[in-house]
T-cell receptor, first 115, second 115 residues
Framework: GAGVSQSPSNKVTEKGKDVELRCDPI?????LYWYRQSLGQGLEFLIY????????KSGLPSDRFSAERTGGSVSTLTIQRTQQEDSAVYLC?????????????FGPGTRLTVL | AQSVSQHNHHVILSEAASLELGCNYS??????LFWYVQYPGQHLQLLLK??????LVKGIKGFEAEFIKSKFSFNLRKPSVQWSDTAEYFC?????????????FGAGTRLFVKA
């Protein structure tokens, strides 16, 4: 597609349930990032994939969060046993290389609400 | 660890006023610096970036930013704002291999321009 797409656009779930959020990066982009955007908190880095290298998971807030990237393309962010504090907009971005000065292209985000 | 501080969370200006949004980062080594903008209902998009050369960087829509290494700053400026500049602005830094190639974002500044 022309840009980064994410699904679902909105997700409402009950506390304790698991959720999966999907990101389709721009075709050919080797780097993929997940961020969490909470009101007043800016963009919190979660995880970074670059090509076939081991992902940088240093931003994942707890072991309830995990992500994978299959075939170097689509990525899924999974949150197990969701908590109310997980409510936020989850953003995915991709860039053409993992270098430091490459523009990141962002998706529209998934708004997660945990009741 | 690298961090980014944006001094103003909310700014309200009248049209034609001058704008300066502050951004300071904590990392002392070589950095690449970015400003992203999120217009209402739209994706985050790159406004401008600095990675080497002239420390005064010009971006889209008349924005510019100046990298002052001695002050660890990368402030965003625009001489005369328009109503259409109403948006949220994010400063970001990437410290390359030393920082794990992660891009760290500030908390954002919400700008409202009164017509």
């Amino acid at each position: 597609g022309a840009g980064v797409s994410q699904s679902p656009s909105n997700k409402v779930t009950e506390k304790g349930k698991d959720v999966e959020l999907r990101c389709d990066p721009i075709s050919g982009h080797t780097a993929l990032y997940w961020y969490r955007q909470s009101l007043g908190q800016g963009l919190e880095f979660l995880i970074y994939f670059q090509g076939n290298s081991a992902p940088d998971k240093s931003g994942l807030p707890s072991d309830r969060f995990s992500a994978e990237r299959t075939g170097g393309s689509v990525s899924t962010l999974t949150i197990q046993r969701t908590q109310q504090e997980d409510s936020a907009v989850y953003l995915c971005a991709s860039s053409s290389r993992g270098g430091t000065n490459n523009e990141q292209f962002f998706g529209p985000g998934t708004r997660l609400t945990v009741l | 660890a690298q961090s980014v501080s944006q001094h103003n969370h909310h700014v309200i200006l009248s049209e034609a006023a001058s704008l300066e949004l502050g951004c300071n980062y904590s990392y002392g080594g070589t950095v690449n610096l970015f400003w992203y903008v999120q217009y209402p209902g739209q994706h985050l998009q790159l406004l401008l970036k600095y990675f080497s050369g002239d420390p005064l960087v010009k971006g889209i829509k008349g924005f510019e930013a100046e990298f002052i290494k001695s002050k660890f700053s990368f402030n965003l400026r625009k001489p005369s704002v328009q109503w259409s500049d109403t948006a949220e602005y994010f400063c970001a830094v990437n410290a390359g291999r030393t920082g794990g190639f992660k891009t760290i974002f500030g908390a954002g500044t919400r700008l409202f321009v009164k017509a």
